[in-house]
C-alpha cells in the first residue's frame, strides 16, 4: 500500500511537469520555482512514505543518500530558478526523482540484494 501511495505521490509530480513542458506553465504552476518546489514538497513525501517500513541496512542507506542528492538537486533548481539554466536543472531533477522512484520500488519488488556475504 504504501508504494501505492508514494507511485501516486511520484505521479503528482510527473504529470504536471509533462503538462508544463507542453503548455509553458499549469495551474499553480507558472515557472521553474513552482514546479521544483512541487518536486520537492512531494517528492519529500514519496519518499518518506517508501522508507516508512524499510530495513536500515545498506540499501536503505544508500537510497537515503541518492534521494538526498535529489533533494539537494532539488534546491538548486529552486534557488536558480531564474537563471539560463533553470530548464535543464529542473529537467535533472525531474529525472532524479525518477531514478529514487525506481531504486525504491526494485527494492521492494526484491530486485536489490546488498546483503553482507556470510563469513566463512
Known amino acids: 500500500m504504501r508504494d501505492l501511495v508514494a507511485t501516486v505521490l511520484v505521479l503528482a509530480i510527473g504529470i504536471p511537469y509533462v503538462g508544463y513542458l507542453v503548455n509553458g506553465e499549469m495551474p499553480f504552476i507558472k ?50 530558478a531564474e537563471t539560463a539554466a533553470a530548464e535543464v536543472l529542473l529537467a535533472v531533477f525531474m529525472g532524479s526523482i525518477l531514478v529514487v522512484w525506481a531504486f525504491e520500488v526494485a527494492d521492494h519488488a526484491g530486485w536489490v540484494h546488498a546483503h553482507a556475504a556470510a563469513h566463512s
Do not use: C, K, W, Y
Not at 42 to 56: K, M, P
Not at 62 to 80: E, F, H, K, N, S
Open 31 to 80: 515557472d521553474p520555482r513552482g514546479m521544483s518546489a512541487l518536486g520537492l514538497v512531494l517528492g519529500a513525501a514519496a519518499f518518506l512514505t517508501f522508507r516508512g517500513a524499510n530495513e536500515h541496512d545498506r540499501v536503505g542507506t544508500t537510497q537515503a543518500v541518492v534521494a538526498g542528492l535529489a533533494a539537494v538537486l532539488g534546491i538548486v533548481t529552486l534557488v536558480l
